[in-house]
C-alpha cells in the first residue's frame, strides 16, 4: 500500500537528518503509524529552559525525560498519529507534556489542530517534517485567535509578561 | 486556447456561494451542487424566512452560543449519498430532477437529454470537478483502445514530473501518486490487451478510495505546480498571489476546482493527451441548450471529455456517439452524391440520384455489362436531402396489424393549397405519392434546429436511430396526427 511507502521514506529521511530541535521515533517499532517525537522549545520561546533553572527541577522529571537528561533545553513528548488513510488525510499532533500554550488543549489529550492540520486545509504533498517545524514554529509564534485556550490566549495578548511567566514555570514543572 | 478574460467574468455569474463571502460557512460542495435542484431551492426558501424574520434574535445569541454554532458548522459534513463514480445512465434522470424547476431548465435539462443520453454522475464531496476530469481521461483513453497511445501516455505521464521537482517536491512525497496514475494506464493496457468490454474496472478502481484520492492528488499537484511555472497565464485571473492560490485551492484535500484551476488541470494534463475537453454549462442564462464551452485547443472532432457544469458541481457527459453513426450515414449519401470514376465508366445508363438511392442496384452485375466503356461526364452530384426516404426506412413495417381492416384516413391536404384560415377538407385517399416533395410526416424533434447547437451534428445525425425521432430509437413515440392539425 503506497501510504505505508511514503511513511517509511518520511520517517527515514527525519531520523537521518532531522530538522532542528526535532527528534522522532516509532512509539512501537511494527506499527509505523504512532510515532513518538521529542520538540525543544525554541530558543527565545518560555519553552526554552536554560541551564540554571534546569538544575532546580531535577527531582520533578518523569521518567521519559530522564533518557534525555544531558540536554537542558525545554523537551517536549509529542504524540503524532498517522491515520490509515494518510497522506490524504492529516496526521493528528498532540502533547503528551503538559504545556501552557493557547493552541494546546489544558487536558490529558494536549491536542493541538490548526492550520495545515486541519482536515480541510491538509495538502496530501505536505511532509510529517514540515508538520512538525509547524507545530515547533507554534511555540514561538502562538496563534491566539485560533485559540483553543481562550483564556490563555487573552493573557498572551493582554498580559504578555504573565502569559510567558507561566509558560516558562509549566516547562520547568513538566518538561524539563 | 487563450484564456480571455470575458470568459471569467462569465463563470463568476454563476458562482452562487463565493467561498469567502459564505458567513454561515455550510460546507460548500455537497449545498452548492445541489443548488438548482428542486429539493434544495424548496429547502433554502423554507429556511430563508425564518432566518430572516428572526434575525433580531440572532444578533442577540451570546458569543458563547455563536461560538457553538460556528463549531457545528464548521464541523458541518453533509451526508452525501452515492458511489464516488456511478456507472453511465440515461440522462433523463438529469431531465427529471429538473422537470419542476426553472423552465429554462426543464428545457435545457430535456434537450440535453437528447443529444448527450448518457451521462455519469460524480459524488459532490469537493473532488467531483477533478475526478470527473481524471475519470474521463481514463475512459477516453481506454475507448479509443490503442496501446500504443497508452504506452505514450505512460511516458508523458512520467514525464510530467519534472515539473514537480522545479517546484521542489521531492520524490518521495510524490511517487506513490505517479505510481497510481501509472498503475491504472497498465490496467487500461491490459483491459484493451484482454479485450475487455466495458470500462467497469475503471469505475471499480475510481471508486476505491486509496486509488481515486491517489490519482486527483497526483492531478492537483501537478495542476499546481504547472501553474506555478507559468504564472504569467494565470495571475491575472487569481484574486490573490499563485501562490497563495495553489496552497489553498488546489493543493488541499476536497477543495473544489474552479474556473481558473480546470483551465490549468487541462494545460498542464490534459492537453498533451490530445483530447480535448468540452464543458456544457447548465444555467439559466437565455437559450434552450445548455452552453458549450471549449476547454482546449485540441481538435474537438476527436476524442472529447465532456462535463456538464451546475453551479458547484460537474458529472460527465456521454453525446450520442457520431462514429457509430458513420457507416450508415456514408453508406446512403455516398450511393447519391459520390461517384468514383470506375462506377461511371462502368454504367451505361443515365446516373441520377433516384435510381442510385436504389439499395443494391451497384451490386447488381447484369446493369451496364455490356455497355460500353465511355465516361460519363454529365454525372452532376445531386445534393442531399435530409428528406429523402433512406433504403433503411423502406424496410420499415407499418405497426398497424395488416389484416385489420385500414379505415380510410383523412389526409389534410398540402398547405400551398389550403388557405390556412379554413378547416381543411377531408380526403378520401392519400395524395399521390409522385407529388413533390416528401411524404413523411416529420417529428418535430427532427426539425428542431437548437438541437444540433452543442453539437458539430450534420444533417444526416436526424436519420440516426440514436434521435428521439427516429423509429428504431428506444425512446421513439410517434407523432399522434389529430385531423383537424395542418402539416
Known sequence: ?176 | MSLSKPTWNHFGIHQPFPEKQNPVGFYRDSLSSSFLSPVALSLSAAFSHPISSNSANMNALSADEMERFQKLSNSYQSDVQGPLVSTKQSSHSIALDYSNADPTLATKTNALAITHPECRIMKGDGNCGWRAVAFGYFETLFALRDTLRIETEIRRMKSLTTLLERVGLSDSIYEIFVDATEEILNRTHAAIQNGAQDESFLVDAFNEGYCSDAIITHFRILTSAWMKLNPNRYQAFLPMPLNQYCSSRIDPVKTEIDEVGLQALIDGVIEGSGFGVEILYLDRSEGDVVTPHQLSSNNPSGATIRLLYRPGHYDILYPVEPLNMAPIVNLQYGMTSDYSPWDQAALGFDVNSSLMAIPNLMQDTSFGMGAPMSPMPSVSPTPASPFRMSPQQDMYQSPMPTHAPIPPIPVSPPPQIAPPSSAPPPMTSLPSRSSDGPQIRLNPLVMKPNLSRSLPVTTPFKNSPYNQAHFQNSDFEPIHWEPHERR
Request: proline share 8%; hydrophobic share 30%.
Open chain 1, 1 to 176: 500500500m503506497g501510504s505505508i511507502k511514503r511513511i517509511s521514506k518520511e520517517l527515514t529521511e527525519l531520523t537521518e537528518s532531522p530538522p532542528e530541535g526535532i527528534s522522532v521515533e516509532l512509539a512501537d517499532e511494527s506499527n509505523v503509524y504512532e510515532w513518538k517525537v521529542i520538540i525543544e522549545g525554541p530558543e527565545g520561546s518560555p519553552y526554552y529552559e536554560s541551564p540554571y533553572s534546569h538544575l532546580t527541577v531535577h527531582v520533578q522529571r518523569t521518567t521519559f525525560l530522564t533518557l534525555l537528561q544531558t540536554t537542558q533545553n525545554g523537551k517536549f513528548l509529542v504524540k503524532l498519529s498517522l491515520p490509515t488513510e494518510y497522506p490524504f488525510k492529516p496526521p493528528t499532533v498532540s502533547f503528551a507534556t503538559k504545556i501552557y500554550h493557547p493552541n494546546v488543549t489544558n487536558d490529558e489529550k494536549g491536542s493541538m489542530c490548526l492550520g495545515m492540520l486541519r482536515p480541510d486545509e491538509w495538502k496530501p504533498s505536505s511532509k510529517i517534517a514540515a508538520v512538525l517545524q509547524f507545530a515547533r514554529q507554534l511555540l514561538s509564534e502562538p496563534m491566539p485567535d485560533d485559540a483553543v485556550e481562550g483564556r490563555i490566549a487573552e493573557q498572551y495578548k493582554n498580559d504578555r509578561g504573565r502569559y510567558e511567566e507561566v509558560a516558562r514555570e509549566w516547562t520547568r514543572k513538566h518538561a524539563c
